[in-house]
């Protein structure tokens, strides 16, 4: 008899704990699904504006160019801003993520180098349990005019 007490006493007690520990454990793989969500999101808006910035690298001041018979690299501000924001919302259509609210795309342009910033608002899917619905995610880039003959170190 004392075998059996035993027997249904561990049972109820493996219930409690299971009661009490399954909350924990859908939580953790909760946050694990979120988390792996907002990294891979992270990871494509980098690849995004490394992209823009590189794009809008390319758009050299032509004019320029050809009157200091190629001693004069510089950019041109409007087709390099204009470069990048072509290629970062086209991406940004493309990439088919769930953002609360468009991205915001911002290009500063320098005389040989484009600096892109995103940022975007990602929806959450566990965390809206607790009413956290949306969270901040942002990347940038820098990209600088390269010309001339280089070796492979640089040089």
Not at 7 to 36: E, K, N
Not at 96 to 106: C, E, I, L, N
Request: aromatic share 6%.
């Amino acid at each position: 008899m004392q075998g059996k007490l035993f027997s249904c006493r561990g049972r109820a007690q493996a219930l409690v704990w299971l009661t009490l520990a399954m909350p924990l454990f859908v939580s953790v793989a909760g946050l694990a699904i979120d988390g792996g969500v907002l990294l891979d999101e992270r990871r494509e808006l980098q690849s995004i504006v490394d992209g823009a910035a590189r794009s809008g690298a390319t758009q050299l001041d032509m004019a320029r160019l050809r009157t200091s018979g190629g001693s004069d690299v510089q950019l041109d501000p409007t087709l390099a801003s204009q470069s990048s924001h072509a290629y970062a919302n086209q991406a940004l259509a493309a990439s088919g993520s769930d953002w609360r609210t468009p991205p915001h795309v911002q290009v500063e342009v320098g005389s040989r180098r484009v600096h892109v910033l995103i940022q975007a608002q990602l929806a959450t899917a566990f965390l809206r349990i607790a009413s956290i619905d949306q969270v901040p995610v942002e990347a940038e880039a820098f990209a600088d005019v390269q010309y001339g003959i280089h070796d492979g170190g640089g040089h």
